[in-house]
């Protein structure tokens, strides 16, 4: 907004007394009314986007409380939102998350992994393993969801404990299979889980999702 001031005007600021009590010469500020002055208006809009979920539907929404466990030596409950699904189905031999060690130094990451897992009803580590192997091994087929898991996975808060009790190095070792595979190596080296991450997430929303990503810039953290 431009707005020309037609009319002279003179700014005058006398001086007050000194600390000393003794008054001062007035001072003069001159300003060319003549010229235009450019007024700047900022308006912020709250804006809401409704964007579509990674994970398929309908199905019957419900919340669970899970149990995280293993990480200040406290059960911490943390309630998701989840959905009713098959990949829910656990066997008597199967090895969930509370089962192993949660390293200290990677305690956050893992409880990060938790809740993403939840969400995605994968509750077992051998299609936890089976899924990281797998959006690793084709990122871009993947993304987002890739760079999301991939994020958390860095081995950024120390050495990690090189053990198959240590959860944190069971999923980055899947991920480094995914890296370094050839074709199906994920279906090789993880053979007890039946559910590809094709069967899991929800294709059309992950490809909306990469349109997206060619138009605006997304990180995730």
């Known amino acids: 907004m431009y707005v020309e001031v037609a009319s002279m005007f003179m ?4 001086a007050m007394c000194a600390a000393d009590g003794a008054p001062r010469d007035k001072r003069y500020i001159f300003f060319n009314t003549h010229a235009p002055i450019t007024l700047g208006i900022q308006i912020y809009v709250p804006t809401s986007v409704a ?3 990674l994970v398929p539907g309908p199905g019957p929404a419900f919340a669970r409380t899970f149990q995280l466990r293993n990480m200040d030596g406290d059960v911490a409950l943390s ?3 989840g959905r009713v699904s098959h990949l829910s189905s656990i066997m008597e ?4 998350p509370e089962d192993l060690i949660w390293q200290p130094s990677y305690k956050q990451s893992l409880r990060k992994l938790y809740i993403y897992f939840a969400h995605l009803e994968i509750s077992t580590v051998r299609c936890q393993e089976r899924f990281i192997c797998e959006v690793s091994a084709h990122s871009d087929t993947f993304y987002p969801v890739s760079d999301i898991f991939m994020n958390v996975l860095r081995p950024v808060y120390g050495p990690v404990n090189m053990s ?3 959860l944190i190095w069971r999923y980055m070792s899947a991920a480094r299979h995914g890296f370094t595979s050839q ?4 279906v090789t080296v993880y053979p007890n889980c039946p559910h590809s991450p094709d069967s899991i997430l929800y294709l059309p929303g992950l490809k909306l999702w990469q349109f997206l990503s ?3 810039k997304f990180e995730f953290t």
């Open 164 to 166: 198959d009790d240590s």
């Open 51 to 53: 964007l579509p979920s």
């Open 93 to 96: 031999d199967d090895i969930l």
């Open 183 to 186: 074709n199906d190596t994920c």
């Open 79 to 81: 309630s998701v939102q």
């Open 11 to 14: 700014l005058v600021t006398a």
């Open 214 to 216: 060619t138009k605006v």
